[in-house]
């Protein structure tokens, strides 16, 4: 799946952000006193716009390394300080509207560090240890619990099914992660009904259909089904037909090739018990 959603919104946007000018000091306040440190100021500012802009410049920018040195567990640190601000707003918030607009950005913000947790990214090769992984689970079951408040469509719920797939794959859960990638594919193909594309894996697919059937058979193929693998492989090539077309769907199947190959790179087939 894709690596971030974006929030959308003027007081939300991180190009529009009112508070812009706040972010050499928040930079300064991060390099010198840590994440923590920088929760911890965000924190005390009493206007409750300037709580959520804050904690939303400093968890985008933070999780993009811009200009910055940081590790996985900075990220984790602001990203969860962020979800919870947006997320306790929106249970105080009185007016439906903004309670579900700060429901919303908790949303987002879930997903995007679940995503940024994930093993998968070709420019990330910081190490995931399990507290990571348990992180990005936690973020991926949000994600489903709020977009079902929110009634999004079943794209919004691949993506999410996805993401919880990702993080059992990663804490060697294989049997959920399975079963996680089976409700992502099950979503893509109700989109795929709506918007009368192809239903299973192929060139003329979705993105939602073949990455969700690359994970779904890498998972079971990791769980030792070797029938798997040949399908694996199908979706592999969906992707790199897409490619070689040079088309709009170039850049999304150039995304789910790179995903594939570094997670047979990365996780190793082997079933926890726990």
């Not at 929106?90 to 700060?102: H, M, P």
């Not at 193929?221 to 798997?228: A, P, Q, T, V």
């Amino acid at each position: 799946m894709v690596r971030r959603n974006r929030i959308q919104g003027a007081s939300m946007n991180i190009q529009q952000n009112p508070f812009e000018d706040r972010w050499p000091l928040l930079k300064e306040m991060f390099e010198t006193g840590g994440a923590q440190a920088l929760v911890t100021f965000i924190s005390a500012r009493e206007d409750l716009l300037e709580r959520r802009a804050l904690f939303l410049m400093a968890s985008q920018r933070i999780s993009q390394g811009q200009d910055l040195s940081r590790g996985l567990d900075d990220v984790v640190t602001i990203s969860r300080a962020a979800i919870d601000e947006f997320y306790e707003q929106s249970v105080s918030e009185a007016d439906e509207e903004q309670t579900l607009l700060r429901l919303q950005g908790a949303n987002i913000l879930s997903y995007n560090l679940s995503a940024d947790l994930a093993p998968c990214w070709p420019d990330d090769e910081e190490v995931r240890e399990t507290r990571h992984f348990e992180e990005g689970l936690r973020c991926a079951d949000d994600c489903l619990r709020w977009r079902e408040q929110l009634q999004k469509g079943a794209v919004a719920f691949s993506m999410a099914w996805w993401a919880q797939g990702v993080h059992h794959a990663g804490l060697g859960r294989w049997n959920r992660a399975c079963e996680a990638f089976q409700s992502a594919l099950d979503a893509a193909i109700d989109d795929a009904r709506e918007n009368g594309t192809p239903e299973t894996v192929g060139p003329e697919a979705s993105f939602t259909i073949n990455i969700s059937s690359g994970w779904l058979e890498f998972a079971r193929w990791r769980s030792g089904d070797s029938s798997s693998y040949d399908r694996f492989l199908e979706a592999m090539g969906a992707f790199s037909k897409q490619i070689d077309r040079d088309d709009e769907g170039r850049d999304e199947a150039l995304v789910g090739v790179q995903q594939l190959q570094i997670a047979a790179q990365r996780l190793p087939g082997q079933e926890q018990t726990s």
